[in-house]
């Protein structure tokens, strides 16, 4: 990049289970207070494992205008929508203040699932003695449906409501590809203003593991079942790690070109070095080897021309199942060495597609504050995952750089490169 064109990171949007917004959700950071707990929603339908991270108090009326947009929002797209407010509001950004054609967003977003209950009586109704009955089903559904009933679930509207709320008519995209999309969303917002096409981009993403229809999907066969005790139950790299944490969360970055961001007076918060992706296929569900990591650790170093000593942390994807866990550490290890780690999932556990943008808000604030946060739960090492985990205290005095990584289920491997100022 020159310089004019250099990205940097100007306003912070966190939506998640330990605070809504930059102060409150630093504070839990700085407090190592975990946000799982017994998941009112989990415990309500009777699911066997109920622990969760949730974003308690949440009410979307508080963000959204009209409030009639509601009736076509889902929870993930008024999260999103709420972590765009006030990303915006962080980074200074007035109504008017920046050319609309110049402003845009792209959003990492997952397949948004309806609640039960908005089908409860169309399932009801083609029930008969016999048993349920097709052909009842396809007749009574456009009747007994809201009519924009589909809106509130796609992918795309996350973004699409948040460019017609902010008036941003530049580049607007969504990426569906699980856990990576949000990282995969600021590596293409910020290649958007390099490349001159805007000078700002809103980026993140915005995602839910509760909902019970993909929950009954998946099944509780990589579940942490650690419920006695539901903040201890998400231990990324932990000897004694027993499975992922379910929870939900949204977040958002502005990022601007440096020209704009000091044309117009904007405080600075973090520069994107470098971003990079890799895939390793997974057939049949098979385990990765962990060569795509291997392939973005390498090669998002040396674009950005640093010896892993210059890397102050990785902000690990974490995901605290037992093999994840152990390929990704040791494909940490083996390209950057004694590296210090931390991971953000034992704080919340997995957001879906929110997941990656809010762990990156975590390193942006390490950053402007010299120190890496704790992770979690971390009490015993694992022989199978040989990382340097942050563990009892925040760590300081190190190199201001923060690598921020995630993978997603199908073998996407997304990597952020983060520089302080």
């Known amino acids: 990049m020159v310089p ?63 409030r009639k947009s509601l009736k076509v929002m889902c929870r993930e797209i008024q999260l999103a929508y709420a972590a765009a407010i006030l990303a915006t509001r962080d980074a200074g950004l007035a109504p008017g203040t920046i050319d609309p054609d110049r402003f845009g967003c792209v959003l990492g977003s997952d397949m948004y699932y309806f609640e039960l209950e908005s089908v409860e009586e169309i399932y009801r109704s083609a029930i008969d003695e016999h048993g349920f009955d097709f052909d009842r089903w396809g007749p009574n559904f456009p009747s007994k449906v809201f009519p924009l009933w589909m809106l509130k679930y796609l992918p795309n509207m996350a973004a699409c409501h948040i460019g017609i709320a902010l008036d941003a008519r530049g580049p607007n995209n969504t990426i569906t590809l699980g856990d990576a999309s949000p990282l995969l969303a600021i590596s293409e917002a910020a290649a958007v203003i390099a490349r001159g096409h805007a000078d700002v981009m809103l980026a993140g993403g915005t995602g839910s593991r509760l909902n019970i229809t993909p929950l009954t999907y998946r099944g509780v066969g990589n579940l942490s079942h650690h419920q006695e005790d539901p903040a201890a139950a998400s231990r990324p790299f932990d000897a004694r790690r027993d499975g992922l944490v379910n929870g939900e969360g949204a977040a958002a970055i502005i990022l601007e070109s ?38 973005v650790l390498r090669g998002i170093v040396k674009e950005a021309g640093l010896a892993p000593a210059n890397i102050g942390h990785v902000n690990a994807h974490g995901l605290g199942t037992r093999a994840d866990d152990a390929i990704e550490a040791q494909a940490i290890h083996d390209i950057l060495g004694d590296v210090p780690v931390t991971a953000l999932k034992s704080y919340f556990g997995t957001l879906g597609t929110g997941g990656g943008a809010v762990e990156l808000i975590g390193s942006v604030l390490a950053l402007a504050r010299q120190e890496v946060p704790v992770t979690l739960n971390y009490e015993t090492s694992d022989p199978q995952c040989p990382v340097n985990v942050v563990r009892g205290a925040a760590l300081r005095n190190r190199p201001t750089t923060a690598l921020c990584i995630n993978q997603s289920g199908t073998g996407q491997v997304a990597a952020v490169l983060l520089g302080g100022m």
């Open 4 to 66: 004019e064109r250099d990205v940097v990171i100007t306003g912070l949007g966190p939506a998640s289970p330990i605070g809504i917004g930059r102060d409150p959700f630093w504070a839990a950071l700085a407090a190592q207070r975990s946000g799982v707990a017994i998941a009112d929603s989990l415990v309500q339908i009777g699911f066997p494992v109920t622990i969760g991270g949730e974003v308690k108090d949440f009410d979307g009326k508080e963000f959204v205008t009209p």
């Open 258 to 295: 440096r020209a704009h961001a000091e044309a117009r007076g904007a405080t600075i918060l973090a520069r994107v070095l470098a971003c990079r992706s890799g895939f390793e296929p997974r057939p049949d569900g098979a385990q990765n080897t962990g060569r795509a990591w291997r392939q």
